[in-house]
Nanobody, 130 residues
Framework: QVQLVESGGGLVQAGGSLRVSCTFS????????MGWFRQAPGKEREFVAA????????YYADSVRGRFTISRDNAKNTVYLQMNSLKPEDTAVYYC???????????????????????WGQGTQVTVSS
């Protein structure tokens, strides 16, 4: 069974940086597209970023493009989300997710859709103070 464990959340001031990590276990990590989503209080969960199996392709939500960077280390079974120039509106619980999909599945309409993902972590809180 796949397990995802996020870490690295915390409190940061606006304009600051934070990196969250997600460690994967239970299956072959490189077989999975990995994504980050977030959910703010009173709002629906939304897509943040995704990365393809070997890390050669990435995709971002418009709201974070240019500020956040997703990366993965398949040797460490870990996916990262580096968050720079943080804003108060980035405050949310951040979740990583794993999508066991075949080649040619790294398409924007799919990877933005939370229902395409098979496994989820428990989330890590990121709070950005103004």
């Amino acid at each position: 069974q796949v397990q995802l464990v996020e870490s690295g959340g915390g409190l940061v001031q606006a304009g600051g940086s934070l990196r969250v990590s997600c460690t994967f276990s239970g299956r072959t990590f490189s077989n999975y597209i990995m994504g980050w989503f977030r959910q703010a209080p009173g709002k629906e969960r939304e897509f943040v970023a995704a990365i393809s199996w070997a890390g050669s392709s990435t995709y971002y939500a418009d709201s974070v493009r240019g500020r956040f960077t997703i990366s993965r280390d398949n040797a460490k079974n870990t996916v990262y989300l580096q968050m720079n120039s943080l804003k108060p509106e980035d405050t949310a619980v951040y979740y990583c997710a794993a999508d066991l999909s075949t080649v040619n599945a790294f398409l924007p309409h799919r990877i933005r859709n939370q229902y395409e993902y098979d496994y989820w972590g428990q989330g890590t809180q990121v709070t950005v103070s103004s």
